[in-house]
């Protein structure tokens, strides 16, 4: 039989998916037609688009070993059991915390697949052999790199800590709860921003590189929306994002992001729906969290 590529991976399909191919075909040309009817059916649409792709990840990664968790499924290769466990108990960790702030109470278990190196990680993505990326979030999945390859600790304590406090874990977790809750109605700086806030919460971890500190030109909000991953300072993009949230739970409360996630999942869109919640335009708010960032940075509180 020869050897087909998936169009969203690039894993080898049988027969058998090439079936779930056609049906995922369908199902994108659905939800382009439903993208014009009100927002209960174009939820309804991106749900059973994203459960579709769901299930084609859960079938071509059938031949690999399962660890099952109270609300995780890890797949993983056959050697590398040990890392599979600590990326379950990691998910298993953070989980309640992530769920019970935002209301996520999602059916089924949330499939994790642990990947043994990063050109296999990458080839599903279609991403250069050198992208650095530890874990990804797409369509109701959760791929990570195996902990062996990038933490850099012999002793069994510092390893576990490490994955914990460096890992992706609580940073994608976050992610697939802002889709589901959402029903795919955020931007990118949105969910970028959250991420990294409940990674902080959980972890203490903060991109702190030196190309993102706020001294320069900042990137418009619009901007990051609408071309996110082809700004040339990425470093700053993220942490335009992070501070944007850390600005609204700080500010105004944590139960802030919880209520904003709740008028996204009503169908308004961000730029409608933080204005709804703080009672300030866009641009306001722009100028608001810029001006509180930078006074925080420069006091060394950030």
Request: glycine share 8%.
């Amino acid at each position: 039989m020869p050897r087909i590529l998936s169009l969203f991976y690039g894993y080898e399909w049988s027969r058998t998916s090439r079936y779930l191919g056609i049906i995922l075909t369908v199902l994108i040309l659905l939800t382009i037609f439903f993208v014009r009817l009100p927002n209960v059916a174009r939820t309804a649409a991106y749900n059973v688009f994203r459960e579709g792709l769901k299930q084609k990840a859960l079938w071509t990664t059938r031949h690999m070993e399962t660890l099952q968790g109270q609300h995780f499924i890890v797949r993983y290769t056959g050697n590398n059991r040990s890392d599979a466990e600590l990326v379950l108990a990691t998910a298993e960790r953070f989980y309640a915390p992530v769920a019970s702030k935002y209301g996520y109470s999602g059916k089924g278990k949330i499939p994790v697949i642990v990947y043994p190196s990063r050109s296999e990680l990458n080839r599903n993505f279609g991403w250069p052999a050198d992208e650095s990326a530890m874990g990804v979030y797409w369509a109701g999945v959760i791929r990570v790199l195996s902990p062996d390859i990038w933490v850099g600790e012999s002793n069994s304590a510092l390893y576990k800590e490490a994955f914990e406090t460096d890992g992706p874990m609580a940073h994608e977790f976050t992610h697939l709860v802002v889709d589901y809750i959402t029903g795919g109605n955020y931007t990118r700086w949105l969910t970028e921003g959250l991420a990294q806030y409940e990674e902080y919460q959980l972890t203490g971890f903060e991109f702190d590189e030196t190309g993102a500190l706020l001294g320069q030109t900042l990137y418009p909000l619009s901007e990051m929306d609408l071309n996110f991953d082809r700004l040339p300072n990425q470093a700053l993009a993220y942490r335009q994002s992070y501070l944007a949230v850390r600005y609204i739970a700080e500010v105004y409360g944590e139960e802030s992001l919880r209520s904003l996630l709740q008028l996204l999942a009503e169908g308004k869109k961000t730029d409608k729906a933080i204005p709804s919640l703080l009672g300030m335009d866009m641009p306001t708010f722009e100028a608001a969290y810029q001006k509180w960032a930078m006074e925080k940075e420069s006091l060394n509180q950030l």
